[in-house]
């Protein structure tokens, strides 16, 4: 009896892409981490403040959407991502892991729900994973901090989402060669 599975083989190129966005995002979001923290430090608002660099965390996982055309491409880089953040010691510590996989799988369902091709799906789903990351920050850090706060920092995170994320993302994919815009599995 032979069981019928299936098993989405990714090519060796889909591989190198996704292993070196996670490298390059896990390296960058320790550093913007950090520069969140003593912004946080200088702010009036503490919470709401390091949201604004949190799109900087999702440009790699929007780039590998759009790159890997393949389901799944932002939460492998986003798992891979989490693991080296927790190596290289992240400011929220083993929960980076949980952050990253969340933020991974929001950019997915995003862009599983809608097209990859239209410029406003890629900014959408940059806003959406870079204010995702806000639901396990407030389980674990911020349990009971006034509304008012919590939008701001949704807001702010969605913001810096659209404008990190997605506007970076088109910006990059413009200056790429055309053969390297895609990588169809």
């Not at 996989?101 to 789903?125: Q, T």
């Amino acid at each position: 009896m032979q069981l019928n599975t299936r098993v989405k083989k990714y090519p060796v190129r889909q591989l190198a892409i996704l292993a070196v966005l996670s490298a390059l995002g896990a390296l960058t979001s320790v550093l913007v981490g950090y520069a969140g923290q003593a912004v946080s430090s200088l702010a009036i608002l503490p919470f709401a403040a390091p949201q604004l660099l949190s799109g900087l965390h999702i440009f790699w996982l929007v780039l590998a959407c759009v790159l890997v055309r393949t389901h799944g491409s932002a939460t492998i880089v986003s798992s891979i991502k989490g693991l080296i953040e927790t190596v290289l010691s992240s400011h929220l510590g083993p929960i980076v892991f949980a952050v990253s996989v969340a933020e991974g799988a929001v950019a997915d369902l995003a862009f599983a729900a809608l097209s990859r091709k239209r410029n406003w799906a890629i900014y959408l789903a940059g806003g959406l994973s870079s204010a995702s990351n806000l639901v396990i920050i407030q389980f674990f850090f911020w349990p009971a901090i006034s509304s008012v706060v919590y939008i701001l920092a949704y807001s702010a995170a969605f913001m810096s989402g659209l404008i990190f994320s997605g506007y970076l993302t088109m910006k990059v994919m413009r200056v790429l060669p055309e053969t390297f815009q895609t990588v169809e599995g």
